[in-house]
T-cell receptor, first 115, second 114 residues
Framework: GAVVSQHPSRVICKSGTSVKIECRSL??????MFWYRQFPKQSLMLMAT?????????EQGVEKDKFLINHASLTLSTLTVTSAHPEDSSFYIC???????????FGDGTRLSIL | GQQLNQSPQSMFIQEGEDVSMNCTSS?????WLWYKQDPGEGPVLLIA?????ELTSNGRLTAQFGITRKDSFLNISASIPSDVGIYFC??????????????FGRGTQLTVWP
């Protein structure tokens, strides 16, 4: 159990486009979902924490208007990168946990490339 | 944010050898987790540790939650080529305003030569 699906796996788009990434917990209900960004050869950097039905909590330095997070149900959270620019190119990974203090299970990530 | 001190940063070993990596922190965690990440994929949970002193195995993997709650190690016995990847330790306080948040080590890149 504890399967997390992330879609799409790869996106290539033009500068100025908004991109939506979905994260779904397939076989469990996730009270809390997390969004990370990972640069090559580095660890995961937490961007925001979202609890179902509440506003997301963003980490310092992460623009909430740039990275819109919605956690409308116990199985789905979305991250929308608005008006994406080349510097937003990165590997974005979501994770989900049943409750806040349960282990996080990760999706397979989304490789975002902005031209 | 806070990061854990994970070592070694990289390892190059022969197939069949045992591997050991560890993480230390200046503060206490209530849960220690070990993940493995393959290129282009998300991390996969290997072992979760919940009690100080706990020693847990998952196949050829063994991990321990340090008595002080400030460290953990992961051992891999009889390594095989598919063990190649990046291994991350992560600590979780599990309470208060940081409930659920993971603090990650920088990762250990493991290369296994056949």
């Amino acid at each position: 159990g504890a399967v997390v699906s992330q879609h799409p796996s790869r996106v290539i788009c033009k500068s100025g486009t908004s991109v939506k990434i979905e994260c779904r917990s397939l076989d469990f209900q996730a009270t809390t979902m997390f969004w990370y960004r990972q640069f090559p050869k580095q660890s995961l950097m937490l961007m925001a924490t979202s609890n179902e039905g509440s506003k997301a909590t963003y980490e310092q330095g992460v623009e909430k208007d740039k990275f819109l997070i919605n956690h409308a149900s116990l199985t789905l959270s979305t991250l929308t990168v608005t008006s994406a620019h080349p510097e937003d190119s990165s590997f974005y990974i979501c994770s989900a946990s049943r409750t806040g203090n349960q282990p996080q299970h990760f999706g397979d990530g989304t490789r975002l490339s902005i031209l | 944010g806070q990061q854990l001190n994970q070592s070694p940063q990289s390892m190059f070993i022969q197939e069949g050898e045992d591997v050991s990596m560890n993480c230390t922190s200046s503060s206490i965690f209530n849960t220690w987790l070990w993940y493995k990440q393959d290129p282009g994929e998300g991390p996969v949970l290997l072992i979760a540790l919940y009690k100080a002193g706990e020693l847990t195995s998952n196949g050829r993997l063994t991990a321990q939650f340090g008595i002080t709650r400030k460290d953990s190690f992961l051992n891999i016995s009889a390594s095989i080529p598919s063990d190649v990847g990046i291994y991350f330790c992560a600590g979780q306080r599990g309470k208060g305003s940081t409930l659920g948040r993971l603090y990650f080590g920088r990762g250990t890149q493991l290369t296994v030569w056949p």
